[in-house]
């Protein structure tokens, strides 16, 4: 976000540059019109930048310059540049996978991780990607490039017609001007983030297209009125509409709220009774992209109804098939029932996906182990990391470990550490 603001002022500035070398005039008339609030804006900036300058922005900017610098290399964890990166990079697969229609609208979140998510911030499924940081990237991989033709041609208009307005230098020269940087920084601002699914970016926007298009000529004030009625009637409807619409997303909300907290208590039942409350043809997802289904098939699993579980993770699966706790749950489910080989298979598909999520990685250890597979589960052990997952499962390390050497007080943090090439035993 910060390299998107980065840029706006800069574009605002040469925009303004430009505009005072080619038209001085004007330029000092505005300068002069509005010198107070300029005057004004430089003082604060200059405030702020003090401010952060004692509270070390200085080396956060460097920080940010090497994050730039190394951005295809580096750590997706902690590296919002090379986030980026590798988001646009999935996207651009995405486009090309389906470059006409595009993988369907909201479908972006659903697709992304089958590229895999490993050493990102979502490698362990507590953290779903939901955008790309890129306006027209998402609106290409979701609905086509067609579609993206389509969205450009429409600012395209704007800046025709702005430009058309400029150059007839009318009684609003100066305020025309500004929307066009306007218009300019907001396009800006869409190539690293995601205005357009923002509520206060498309007001803003909407303010920019009511003024680009008002018409200064008195003589088609007249044709304007007479269509007033028919706008009116069409915008009242669409109202309407988005009112509906919006007044159940909030009573989704609030259900998806208290879903949550019945999760977080353990109370199953009301976990069950929240969701039976959501449409699944209006809420398939929860805002951060988890399958609604998900959440009954963890209720129906803790009251040991492996059944129920087993229905509502394959239909979370249909919605979001490269969630990892998705695939993790639903594989356990069909473990439990004895259907190994599609067990294993969901197991790999998630390890796939991310290669670090040890949840689902010990899950498949205890598949391995009980199917007769000791060396591929000693394999799969070794590539676990979290010793709290492996104590949990000492009896599981220490059988497939030889018993002959096998220190009898030995932790699980000390048995992962043996098997993961440190042979010593430790002293007792």
Same mark, same amino acid.
């Given at each position: 976000?910060w390299? *998107?603001? $980065?840029l706006?002022?800069?574009t605002a500035?040469l925009g303004?540059?430009?505009?005072?070398?080619q038209?001085?005039?004007?330029?000092?008339?505005?300068?002069?019109?509005?010198?107070?609030?300029i005057f004004?804006?430089?003082?604060?900036?200059?405030?702020?930048?003090?401010f952060?300058?004692?509270?070390?922005?200085?080396?956060?900017?460097e920080?940010?310059?090497?994050?730039?610098?190394?951005?295809?290399?580096?750590? +997706?964890?902690?590296?919002?540049?090379?986030?980026?990166?590798?988001?646009? =990079?999935?996207s651009?697969?995405?486009?090309k996978?389906h470059?006409? +229609?595009?993988?369907?609208?909201?479908?972006?979140?659903?697709?992304?991780?089958?590229?895999?998510?490993?050493n990102?911030?979502?490698?362990?499924?507590?953290?779903?990607?939901?955008?790309?940081?890129?306006?027209?990237?998402?609106?290409?991989?979701?609905?086509?490039?067609?579609?993206?033709?389509v969205? $450009?041609?429409?600012?395209?208009? $704007? %800046?025709?017609?702005?430009?058309?307005k400029?150059?007839?230098?009318?009684?609003?020269?100066?305020?025309?001007?500004?929307? %066009?940087?306007?218009?300019l920084?907001?396009?800006?601002? *869409?190539?690293?983030?995601f205005?357009?699914?923002?509520?206060?970016?498309?007001?803003?926007?909407?303010?920019?297209?009511?003024?680009? $298009?008002?018409?200064?000529?008195k003589?088609?004030?007249?044709?304007?009125?007479?269509?007033?009625?028919?706008?009116f009637?069409?915008?009242t409807?669409?109202?309407?509409?988005?009112?509906?619409?919006?007044?159940?997303?909030?009573?989704a909300?609030?259900?998806?709220?208290?879903?949550?907290?019945?999760?977080?208590?353990?109370?199953?039942?009301?976990?069950?009774?929240?969701s039976?409350? +959501? =449409?699944?043809?209006?809420?398939?997802?929860?805002?951060?992209?988890?399958?609604?289904?998900?959440?009954?098939?963890?209720?129906?699993?803790?009251? *040991?109804?492996v059944?129920? *579980?087993?229905?509502?993770?394959?239909n979370?699966?249909?919605?979001?098939?490269?969630?990892?706790?998705?695939?993790?749950?639903?594989?356990?489910?069909?473990?439990?029932?004895?259907?190994?080989?599609?067990?294993?298979?969901?197991?790999?598909?998630?390890?796939?996906?991310?290669?670090?999520?040890?949840?689902?990685?010990?899950?498949?250890? +205890?598949l391995l182990?009980?199917?007769?597979?000791?060396?591929?589960?000693?394999?799969?052990?070794?590539?676990?990391?979290?010793?709290?997952?492996?104590?949990?499962?000492?009896?599981?390390?220490t059988?497939?470990l030889?018993?002959?050497?096998?220190?009898?007080?030995?932790?699980?943090?000390?048995?992962?550490?043996?098997?993961?090439?440190?042979?010593?035993?430790?002293?007792?």
């Amino acid at each position: 976000m910060w390299i *998107a603001a $980065l840029l706006i002022i800069l574009t605002a500035f040469l925009g303004f540059l430009w505009y005072a070398l080619q038209y001085r005039e004007q330029a000092m008339r505005f300068l002069n019109k509005y010198r107070s609030w300029i005057f004004s804006g430089i003082a604060l900036i200059i405030l702020i930048s003090f401010f952060e300058w004692k509270t070390g922005i200085w080396s956060t900017i460097e920080n940010k310059v090497h994050e730039l610098a190394s951005a295809p290399a580096g750590n +997706l964890r902690s590296n919002s540049v090379s986030e980026r990166y590798f988001l646009w =990079n999935s996207s651009m697969e995405i486009i090309k996978e389906h470059p006409l +229609l595009g993988n369907g609208a909201g479908n972006w979140k659903t697709e992304i991780n089958k590229f895999g998510v490993t050493n990102t911030a979502a490698e362990f499924g507590n953290v779903n990607f939901l955008q790309p940081h890129n306006d027209f990237l998402c609106i290409a991989s979701e609905s086509g490039i067609p579609a993206l033709i389509v969205y $450009l041609c429409f600012f395209l208009f $704007l %800046f025709i017609t702005i430009g058309r307005k400029i150059k007839r230098r009318g009684s609003r020269y100066t305020e025309q001007v500004m929307l %066009f940087a306007g218009l300019l920084g907001y396009l800006t601002y *869409a190539f690293f983030e995601f205005p357009k699914d923002r509520p206060e970016h498309l007001a803003l926007l909407g303010i920019y297209l009511g003024f680009i $298009l008002m018409d200064e000529k008195k003589e088609d004030q007249g044709a304007l009125q007479k269509s007033s009625k028919l706008v009116f009637g069409i915008g009242t409807l669409l109202l309407v509409a988005v009112l509906g619409f919006n007044s159940y997303d909030i009573y989704a909300e609030y259900n998806l709220l208290k879903l949550n907290n019945a999760r977080f208590r353990e109370a199953w039942n009301e976990v069950l009774l929240r969701s039976d409350k +959501l =449409n699944p043809m209006l809420i398939g997802t929860d805002m951060n992209g988890v399958p609604v289904s998900w959440y009954a098939g963890i209720a129906h699993f803790n009251l *040991a109804d492996v059944a129920g *579980a087993k229905a509502c993770f394959e239909n979370a699966c249909l919605l979001s098939p490269y969630n990892i706790h998705v695939l993790n749950n639903l594989g356990t489910c069909y473990a439990i029932v004895g259907d190994t080989s599609k067990a294993a298979a969901l197991y790999k598909r998630a390890l796939a996906v991310s290669d670090v999520f040890d949840e689902c990685r010990i899950n498949y250890c +205890l598949l391995l182990f009980n199917e007769g597979h000791s060396e591929q589960c000693l394999c799969q052990l070794k590539k676990i990391t979290d010793l709290e997952i492996l104590e949990k499962n000492l009896n599981l390390v220490t059988a497939v470990l030889d018993p002959q050497k096998i220190h009898p007080f030995m932790t699980g943090a000390e048995a992962y550490r043996f098997i993961a090439g440190q042979k010593q035993f430790p002293s007792r």
